[in-house]
């Protein structure tokens, strides 16, 4: 009777997940598995498929427009990643506070991640504008000479930093959060008892009692800021002079610019396996150092 | 309760499920012909109509109302036959026709520039014509200007029929040139006559330019050959972007907006087109295409063209657009009788001239004494004198690799992150491996 009844549990459980694993096969699994297939070949959509072995990757290696890709993207998680999570962590503690309206707080931060990417890009793009855009004024009003933002080599990348941080506060202050609720209270009342100060609650209770919170944050943040696309689209197209062009900018213009197909998979096997590297490593540390209280 | 939870589970699958396959096609902008024809003259049995389909970008958004209005000239002449149109923006367009042909789900006939034309052609996606001209004894090559049509032959066989053309020249504002006392630009102007008329036309204060020329591939390639520069040898086998002339070109480009402040910098346009700037007059002589002429007509203050200035030659671009029919059509002498009556029919070119949707490239007198008849611009002839000096554009097969690579050494010159001479020569190397 019990293994009948698995067996109808089963069946239910396939039929339910049918549709959607349909889905993932025919646009994600085969799309994934034909990627790597065509990452040894050259194809430009119309023409022959060539074997070309390990060509495309080897010149991936060489490639000074993948190294500058590489850089930038580089340079964009280390400015985006740091802020997010200070930022985020500081409003989290800030919204777990007993306040008033601090529901209408919450939803608030939240607005900015349920928002289109290409809306705040635009948005941004014209707060950013160095003639026209509210933020030279206000910096103007306190007698700073704004910056030319994104169209200066030099502050585009800190303009799409900053953009991504004002868009992604609230989805990691969420986490954040949920993180902090976690905390038993008890902890605190000890500490009290024992008449620690604010920072040393933060420094020995929060933030340990964080850790796999913060685990999680920066596995997510790493993995999507490698990935980092629409807003560098839409708001510099990679400009001014490649300043802020990134990875998986490469991979949109080798394959649907370029039409190299095969160049382009490549490129995105790399780019996995970066990221793969990253999170593997990171994994490592946290099972070394980090606090769990599994 | 329970059954409530799986049927609303059910149901969201099914919508996701659903909105994943509508996902992958894209919205197709297509609209069916106006209503039905007139009562179908009962001469002949009547015939299923045959359809074409016609996938554009230079009708949207401007001139679909001019399109709708040759295809329904078109259906009214060959009853049998019916056209569905499909546009696309220009930004997508070629991703869209090459996903299109890849899986031979493109349409029977569609447009492409001259760039592009030689890609796809050399890639054999294209429907070879010269058996339909031969077969067609109505149809006669000799109305369509030789040169434009030649440009979509490859080995020389006809692989498109030429849809119109445009160029650049140079606009300016008359009343800032009146205002600053200045001399209307002539044919015989050179750079430096442009250069003294900008000092003069430029005020810092009220925000206006004196001239202004984006810095950027297309611009480059023929800014160049006004100072007798190339990008390539004749047979495209030897690279020489960094000759002497090349960086004297680039240096006096960036020159303009560095050394003498008479074009904005990107931070001074903040975002504003070059087009937009000019029709609120703050440029007074702008590189631009005869495309404006339809944006600038309500500008509210006297414009004209005038040929553009060059150092020690005249070079004026010249883009082109044609027709090609797909070599994968069930159809193709109903797309063949479309792609003739649309590129070389009076009715058509009678409807391009009046909206001035580009100019057709056909020698038919009549059509262009009505073109030169409209105003504004009062010189229009000047957009035919600008022929005689024209310059293609230096096509490869790797055409858009061509205009990144050298567009970012371009800016990166313009930014001053490198030298003229030092992006010219990265460029060059960058090109030799593309062209090998």
Known sequence: MVGFNKWTKAKTLAIFLLPSLLGMTVFVILPIISSLGLSFTKWDLIGEIKWVGMANYSRVIKDPNIHGALLHTLQFIAGYLPSVMIISLGVAMLLNQKLKGVVFFRALYFIPVITSWVAVSMIWKWLLNPEY???NYLLSLIGIAGPGWLVDADWAMIGVILTSVWK??????????AGLQEIPGHLYEAAAIDGVNGWQKFRHITWPMLS???????????INSFQVFDQVWVMTEGGPAGATSVMVQQIYLN???YYKMGYASAISWVLFIIIFAFTFAQNRMQKKWGYSDE | MKKWTSFALILILVVSVLSGCASTEAPVATEEPAATEEPAVTEEPAVEPVTVKYM?????????????AMIAAFEKENPGIKVDYETVGWDDYFTKLQTQVASKTEADTFELNYENFVTYASKNALYDMDALMAKDTAFDPSVFNETALNAFQLDGKQYGLVESFSNVVMFYNKDLFDAAGVAYPDPS???QDELAAAQK???????????FAPIQFWEFYKTIEQNGGKIFNEDKTEVL?????NVETLTWMIDKINKYNVTPNDAKMSGQSDGDMFKAGKIAMLRSGIWMFGSFADADFNWDIALEPGNTQKAHHFFSNGVAISKNTKNPDAAWEWVKFYTSSQEAAEIRVASSWELPALTDETLLAAYLEQSPPESREVVFEALNTLVVPPVIESWNELTDIVGQELEQAKLGQKTPEKALQDAKVALEQLIQ
């Open chain 1, 168 to 177: 992604d506060i609230g989805f990691i202050t969420v986490i954040y959060l």
């Open chain 2, 201 to 211: 036309l430029t005020d810092a204060d009220a925000g206006v330019w004196g001239t």
């Open chain 2, 189 to 191: 102007w050179t750079w």
């Open chain 1, 133 to 135: 855009g509210i933020v």
């Open chain 1, 255 to 257: 394959a649907f610019r």
């Open chain 1, 212 to 222: 796999s919170t913060t685990f999680f944050v920066v596995t997510i943040s790493l």
């Open chain 2, 241 to 245: 972007i960094d000759s002497k002339e």
């Open chain 2, 56 to 68: 554009t970008f230079s009708a949207a958004p401007d001139h679909i109302a001019d399109l709708e």
